[in-house]
């Protein structure tokens, strides 16, 4: 599903961003988006999908399971937590000097979060009929906002002072919270799906 999802990214995200600037009467500028999606999401898809094929070609999938995997999972937590401090360290003092423009704009990235999970897991995944395996991951990767391409756009269009910067950060300080919360939500309704419940 993420690499569904990251393959999607690709396609989308240009288009997307270039309507939406288009729709603010902004220029658009094609190139800065295109690197940005290609470094962001095209190089660690590849760049994932050629190591994980050398290690299961030399190692073996039983290997990559149960111990690369195993180890890979501190260093990915490490990573995001490591992102979020460096995005704190600039942005921390504008987040605590102006808590009502910090809720202006998280509001509604919730509202939106919370919206799009509810359509998928509540109403598409249910009449799909997909069972709780497929419908829990599809839900919550549909909901997440991929700040990592947004910071990186909007710091280079717009600087890392700018508001577009700042609404990014806000978007990463409100998106963990909210998803720690959607997988509790799911976690306690697995029973109104099909599939194995565990």
């Known amino acids: 599903m993420v690499a569904i999802n990251s393959l999607t990214m690709l396609v989308l995200y240009a288009p997307l961003g270039g309507f939406l600037l288009g729709v603010n ?11 940005s999606v290609a470094i962001y999401v ?3 898809l590849v760049a ?5 094929k050398w290690i299961i070609q030399h190692r073996g999938m039983a290997w990559f399971e149960t111990r690369f995997l195993k180890y890979l999972t501190p260093v990915s937590i490490a990573a ?3 992102t979020l401090v460096l995005l ?7 987040i605590v000097e102006n808590p009502f423009t910090i809720l202006w704009i998280a509001i509604p990235l919730f509202i939106q979060t919370m919206l799009i999970f509810v359509l998928g897991y509540f109403i598409i995944a249910r009449w799909l009929r997909l069972p709780y395996r497929d ?18 756009t909007a710091t280079i269009l717009f600087g890392l002072a700018s508001g577009a910067a700042l609404a990014t950060v806000v978007g990463v300080l409100i998106e963990v919270p909210v998803m720690l919360m959607l997988v509790r939500i799911c976690l306690r309704t697995q029973n109104l799906f099909a599939g194995e419940v565990s």
């Open 42 to 44: 095209g190089l660690p």
């Open 25 to 35: 009467a902004m220029p658009i500028p094609w190139e800065t988006i295109l690197l």
């Open 135 to 152: 419908a829990a991951p599809a839900a919550m990767i549909g909901a997440s906002n991929h700040f990592e391409v947004a910071i990186a």
């Open 80 to 82: 995001l937590l490591g």
């Open 48 to 52: 994932g999908y050629y190591t994980r």
């Open 88 to 94: 704190f360290t600039f942005k921390g003092e504008v």
